[in-house]
DNA sequence: AATGAATGAGCGTTCATTCAT
DNA sequence: TATGAATGAACGCTCATTCAT
């Protein structure tokens, strides 16, 4: 029903074809060789090696290794969002059965080889570059957007701060099956099987949901954005 | 009620005294690298640097860094091992407080900063090196045992498969936690209301869940392990 | 009473308006940058930097970087050279007072920021490069025009040999201020009484000087010029 | 009279006989190329070519090229200070005898290949770095104690403020010198008849000095250094 | 007239590793 | 038991240069 759309990146520099083209090459070559070795393993020189050209050339699009993993970085992620955007949009189910849809996407991106192997790379990075950090909660708040959308609507009566957690909780439960059923993993086959607990459970979990008698009206989710930023990310619009 | 044992490693190499505590401490310095500054920071130099010893004084008890970091590995792991067996064995409640329970020290365990940063790295180093995949594996084979049981328990009617996969999604909606309210994280926070959530609707899972029709009779639960060494993990002894 | 004229290069390539006035913009951004960070700062990175155009429009100019480094110093040379023409011609004083201005001019220049760093760069280079040191030569040879002539009139009995040894000695001396009382430099605050102890035994110097007993006629003062560049730069005209 | 003494090192680090010998000879090889190359050519890469070892190794005695260098220079210029302080105390003459001997010795010495490459270096070095800078005031400051010292001997009614003056004007007058008359140079050959004329100019200079009519009491010779370095530098001890 | 694309050589530095002491 | 000496491979980066556009 969801797919992710395949990875775009928008070329900096270069009003010549071919200068388009290669950084295009060089970002997806970056991001062949995160998910193929990790990251330790995505250097100049074997984007360049892959490529079949010299390191120098790399250092024409990118002033800095640094510059180019943050450009690899905010391709990934952005491709992750507009799949995330795609899912809040492009529905008019039931809140219900569009929650389910949205577990069922999740799962089944989780199952991919790219998402299996980018992610804990990413949460690994995030422990040590505040930047990724911020990078990662500003995708996982577009995220959570459509989930805290379905849960006030299944469960109108539950406060802000309830709805936001029982979010969190439920985008947590669903990331924490790549590291068992992602590809590769040994629980990749009982996917079908872990879909349905996953739906049936966090489903059930929305609407049992009891809110909390003394509600904060200053709660605000926790993020690592500014307040602006979060909002833009959260604007219905 | 339940506590983390402190890391406890067992030197591997060294006949004399002196040795042993060397390799302890080269261990112990690993680590504290490793959650600190994250795995690509743990090179001999900084080893050796912290404990203002040489390079190759390191080489001298471990022939390559691979060895090394296998033992810095296994050492942290097993560490985890004894948290998990001490859940197991340490606890006469009835098996649905046992399992709020685990779920509790779970949650308490990734709020520090030691889990928060350590997992992450070993589930991006999963996706490169199968030596890692196995032993995260193993330690979370001994971790689902005493959740297995309490689903058992709770819910007697359940095939093996269900329980299973009801426990694999267990650990692994409390793992993903991690990511968003591991130490230092914005959701950190929220760890209360996180905990009663995911006790609530895991518990309710458990408690709902339905066995399956027609259960395959040969299935067994999947893993990177041998047979043998399987067993003896999950084996009551 | 004597001033440097401001630095004036000539653009030796480029047909077209646009193209001289590039060449211009070209040296005097090198030059800036030899005066502010010293040799190994002038390259076409930087200069291509900061004037916001590319290397390559450079090299479009100048076909290799010895090319324009030769430009660079041949133009800032010739600033000097007619900063020492200037010196000559411009004065109608007797010859002494002649020698006192000359003597203030070039310690007054010392103290520049230009001249302080130009110029122990340009020795450092003449150790390493002939045509530097043929340059240098020549630059030199032009400032001791003046000189050699007013010791020939303050002290008519001396030889050509001797006067053109005190003119060297006495130039040696000024520059050799540089060092220690030129722009920014310690003694930079002494130069009013280095001005008067320099014009003073320098002057006594020349007026002192005996000539040598048996002068040989076939003497000519040393240089790496071949002789008609000598001539041409110590021709009065 | 005076002699150069040759390059002397301090090895800073091996127990072993080799590891010393090794300091000593990148130190060695390093003051060759810069002497015959200059400055930009002492690269790691070109000692270790001309040693035949490879950059690693002297990466082993050095951190980093920037301790190298420190190191390079410190070794050149206290070869320079031990110089000086055989200048100053090796002599029993009269003042006036031996202030010549100090002027004999100096343009010897700047007749050297070594002399003659090295300081132009310095003083454009001295131009970017202010640690260079400072270095080099302290040798200075060193080489100008015996000047000093016969100055005020030779004619003791000097203030304090014209001594240091004319020991600044002649040290500055001698390094002057280097730049036409060093190693190699054009006026080279003239160099006996210019310490004639230097010794006679620069002695007269000094006896001829008249103090300044109402000195500053506050006074102190101008120095890049702190005060105790400056005394450290200047006590006779 | 000027730029973009690409190269190749060189730079300082980090790192794991080997070996003799 | 531990160190110093030395290596070789790799890393990010700078630079001058060539060539097609």
Redesign the interface.
Do not use: K
């Given at each position: 029903m969801f797919d992710l759309p395949s990875l775009k990146i928008k070329a900096r520099s270069g009003i010549y074809a071919t200068g388009q083209e290669r950084v295009v090459q060089i970002l997806e070559t970056a991001v062949e060789i995160l998910i193929q070795?990790?990251?330790?393993s995505v250097t100049l020189r074997e984007i360049a090696r892959r490529m079949d050209i010299r390191v120098s050339a790399i250092h024409h699009y990118y002033s800095s290794r640094d510059d180019l993993i943050l450009d690899v970085l905010s391709g990934v992620l952005s491709s992750y969002e507009e799949f995330f955007e795609g899912l809040r949009t492009a529905s008019d189910l039931q809140p219900e059965e569009r929650l389910r849809a949205f577990i069922n996407a999740i799962l089944d991106d989780i199952l991919t080889l790219k998402t299996?192997?980018l992610f804990?790379?990413l949460?690994?990075l995030?422990?040590?570059d505040e930047n990724v950090s911020r990078m990662i909660?500003a995708i996982?708040i577009r995220s959570r957007v459509l989930v805290t959308r379905c849960i006030a609507e299944i469960n109108p009566a539950l406060d802000l701060?309830?709805r936001e957690?029982?979010a969190?909780?439920l985008?947590?439960?669903?990331?924490?099956?790549?590291?068992?059923?992602g590809h590769g993993k040994?629980?990749a086959?009982?996917m079908p099987?872990?879909k349905a607990?996953?739906c049936?459970?966090?489903i059930?979990?929305v609407c049992?949901?009891r809110p909390?008698a003394d509600p904060d009206p200053d709660w605000r989710p926790?993020?690592?954005l500014d307040a602006a930023s979060y909002v833009a990310l959260t604007d219905p619009v």
């Open positions: 070795d990790g990251f330790p299996t192997r804990p790379e949460w690994a995030a422990g040590r909660d996982y701060r309830t957690n029982l969190l909780f985008t947590a439960s669903l990331e924490g099956v790549t590291i068992f059923a040994p629980w086959g009982e099987q872990l607990i996953a049936d459970s966090l059930a979990m049992n949901a909390i926790p993020t690592l």
